[in-house]
């Protein structure tokens, strides 16, 4: 099994073979997510203060907060899937 890696801003990186969805901040369910994700302490905060917009749910359960846009953390996946698939 191939490990790949993907930059989500600011120096932090994430497994892509971990990664269920990237999606929005913006609706009330996944504001939810992130509430109870923070309760379980399984909430991994990588915005370094700044502005949440990328929202990252692993399959372990961790949710992971980026200061990116879900669209720009998406095209490093392909970029990522393209480059090792050569």
């Given amino acids: 099994m191939d ?8 120096g932090n990186i994430v497994s892509a073979n971990r990664v ?10 996944i504001k939810r997510i992130i509430t109870d994700a ?13 502005r949440t917009r990328a929202v990252i749910i692993t399959d372990s ?11 720009t953390v998406a095209n490093r996946f ?3 899937k393209e480059i090792n698939d050569d």
Avoid at 38 to 50: C, F, K, N, S, V
């Fill in 78 to 80: 392909v970029i990522s």
């Fill in 38 to 50: 923070r309760d379980r302490a399984q909430l991994i905060d990588a915005t370094y203060g700044r």
């Fill in 61 to 71: 359960g961790h949710i992971i907060l980026s200061a990116i846009q879900p669209e």
């Fill in 3 to 10: 490990i790949r890696l993907i930059n989500i801003g600011f």
């Fill in 20 to 29: 269920i969805a990237i999606v929005s901040p913006e609706s009330a369910p």
